[in-house]
């Protein structure tokens, strides 16, 4: 099993930037991707950016596209998640989320991102 903690969250001002980490730990030698999602209040659990842990290749939700990036330190077995010229709509609980190759997921407990107008 692998066990995701997040942190980065917080209280920031539009326009402004927030850098969110997730430190996986446990079962981490066979992880296939990681990534993020968020859930506004009232919203759905939306996908917002993942990575391959070996290749490194990105996805991002095409609207967060060019705002966000994502990114992991493999030897730190944790992945970032920059957020940048951050608005209002971007309020949510941000969970970070691991598959490992036998297509298990686990989920962080999330932290909250607020970004006042």
């Known amino acids: 099993q692998v066990q995701l903690v997040e942190s980065g969250g917080g209280l920031v001002q539009a326009g402004g930037s927030l850098r969110l980490s997730c430190a996986a730990s446990g079962r981490t030698f066979d992880t296939y991707t990681m990534g993020w999602f968020r859930q506004a209040p009232g919203k759905e659990r939306d996908f917002v950016a993942s990575?391959?842990?070996?290749?490194?290749?990105?996805y991002y939700a095409d609207s967060l596209k060019g705002r966000f990036t994502i990114s992991r330190d493999n030897a730190k077995n944790t992945v970032y998640l920059q957020m940048n010229s951050l608005r209002p709509e971007d309020t949510a609980v941000y969970y970070c989320t691991a598959r490992i190759a036998t297509g298990y997921e686990f989920w962080g407990q999330g932290t909250q991102v607020t970004v006042s107008s």
């Open positions: 990575i391959l842990w070996r290749g490194g290749t990105t």
